[in-house]
């Protein structure tokens, strides 16, 4: 993990993300790029991209950057690099170029969550880029005092698609010393699976990544959604991290499926960490 990626709006939501890529920079030697896009109403500057012409935008550029001599005159900053950087047009657009431009391994968003209307019908920009990143996209709703996880809570269907994600998990989960537990949700109705079953399901996965079939290592948790399994499961095995596969899905597909990375970064007090799949 050399670089790190912050997008930023000078909240204080921004700010809890900032101290945490700068605790996870003291311990990688890692360089944090702090990025702040002005978006504008995509009338304006068409699906993704927008050609700097004006001057009022040139303004708003500059007035970007003075905030940054601001923004990033943190104590907590002191002997880390860091490269601040101002982008025009969609969020997701500035995001996706950085972490090409920069060689970005991990975004660092902070987040209010969203509810209701908003949450189904606008989202936030933190749910667009766990939708669409491929790095991995710590989320934080509040700074994290100590950080150093003990336990990482990966949730999984155990399909064998997920097992790169569990490999990365795995390997961040390692970088703290950290145990990784595996949570199943098990769903009422035509979706439930006796113990067996899972058992059954579960085997190829574990195989692969090499984790034994045990009760320190599986959870098999029953609830009435996926979203409110991983949140209790992580409750009831005190996890300090929710980690979990995301697999992207877009326009009407993931509007009547949902996507359960994006609910979970959502209502999760807990930071979460995805994987693009």
């Known amino acids: 993990m050399k670089n790190i990626l912050v997008p930023v709006d000078f909240s204080k939501p921004s700010e809890n993300a900032l101290r945490v890529a700068a605790k996870l920079a003291q311990r990688n030697n890692a360089k944090i790029h702090v990025l702040h896009v002005i978006e504008l109403a995509e009338s304006l500057f068409g699906a993704e991209q927008f050609n700097v012409d004006d001057e ?12 940054f001599s601001d923004f990033l005159d943190k104590d907590f900053l002191k002997d880390i690099e860091t490269n601040d950087l101002v982008e025009v047009g969609s969020a997701t657009f500035g995001i996706k ?17 969203a509810s209701g209307l908003e949450e189904v019908l606008i989202g936030s920009n933190t749910e667009k880029v766990v939708r669409h990143s491929n790095v991995p996209v710590l989320v934080v709703k509040h700074d994290i005092e100590n950080l150093d996880f003990k336990t990482v809570l990966f949730a999984t269907d155990f399909e064998l698609e997920n097992v790169e994600a569990y490999n990365k ?3 961040f989960a390692d970088s703290f010393g950290a145990k990784m537990k595996l949570v199943y ?51 009831n095995e005190s996890a300090e991290l929710i980690a979990m596969p995301t697999h992207g899905r877009k326009g009407l597909s993931h509007f009547f499926n949902g996507s359960i990375g994006e609910d979970v970064v959502n209502h999760s007090d807990l930071p979460v960490i995805t994987f693009k799949i």
Do not use: C, W
Request: aromatic share 8%; net charge negative.
């Open 97 to 113: 170029e950085a972490v090409k431009d920069q060689d970005i391994d991990l975004i660092i968003m902070g987040s209010n969550g």
């Open 56 to 67: 009022q935008i040139i303004f708003f550029m500059k007035l970007a950057k003075k905030k």
């Open 169 to 171: 998990a795995k390997t």
């Open 185 to 235: 949700v098990n769903l009422p109705g035509n979706q439930f699976y006796s113990t067996s079953e899972v058992t059954n399901h579960m085997r190829n996965f574990l195989n692969e990544v090499q984790v034994p079939l045990n009760h320190e290592n599986i959870i098999i948790y029953n609830d009435y959604t996926i979203e409110q399994g991983v949140l209790n499961a992580a409750n």
